[in-house]
């Protein structure tokens, strides 16, 4: 598929932002078995996020969400303390997102903070599994690259309330807007997806920069008519009721 998105529906830092997973092999097209078996027309790798400009591409994404997320134009505007990064892939996201937000917005955001969790313990020093902010009484808003299955971040979410932090919203790259994968993955039935189920668990938003909609809507006018059918072909057959 042609790197050159034509994306002119899409917001510009959106467009930008899909452009450049495009560009960078980040987003791909063809045909992918995921985890669950299911066989993709398209693979969004967000660990290939490690080059500066296109970490750059993503942090701005991300604030961009973010920042509209809390305007006060919203009927129930995002507030927050801290970005917590889980372990590992979250880290750099929440950092990078965090001085992006004090750079696009400083009278909101000069002084957000970030935090992170250790895989194992710290038994000197300071000690602990946090680094960065204590969320102790702090509003956290977690920063993560998916949501597939939703047990990692359950994982985290489980960290954070340990640690006395209060959740208050997630944020992902990507929302695949497909319902969970079950034992008969063909049963037409609608089924919520895994981050309708995290939501809905936790009562707290779930933003996404890209969704699958987007994709098809960002992209469409480019490539093969094959690739365009086959993501929306898959989009309705696994597309989740929420």
Known sequence: MDSAA??????PWKSSFLQNCVQAGVLRFGTFELKSKRISPYFFNAGLFHRADLLRSISTAYAETIIRATSSTNKDPLAFDVLFGPAYKGIPLATATTEKLAELAPDQFAHLSYSFNRKEAK???????????????????IVDDVITAGTAIREAIDII????GILVGIIVALDRMEKM????DEDPNPRPSAIGQVSKQYAVPVLSILTLDDIIHGL???GTDDDLKRMEAYRAKYRASD
Do not use: F
Not at 6 to 11: E, F, H, V, W, Y
Not at 181 to 184: E, G, I, K, Q, S
């Open 6 to 11: 034509t994306t002119s529906s899409l917001p």
């Open 220 to 222: 469409t006018g480019i």
């Open 161 to 164: 309330q340990s640690e006395g």
């Open 123 to 141: 038994t000197h020093g300071e000690g602990g599994n946090i680094v960065g902010c204590p969320l102790k009484g702090k509003r956290v808003v």
């Open 181 to 184: 994968p079950v034992a008969d």
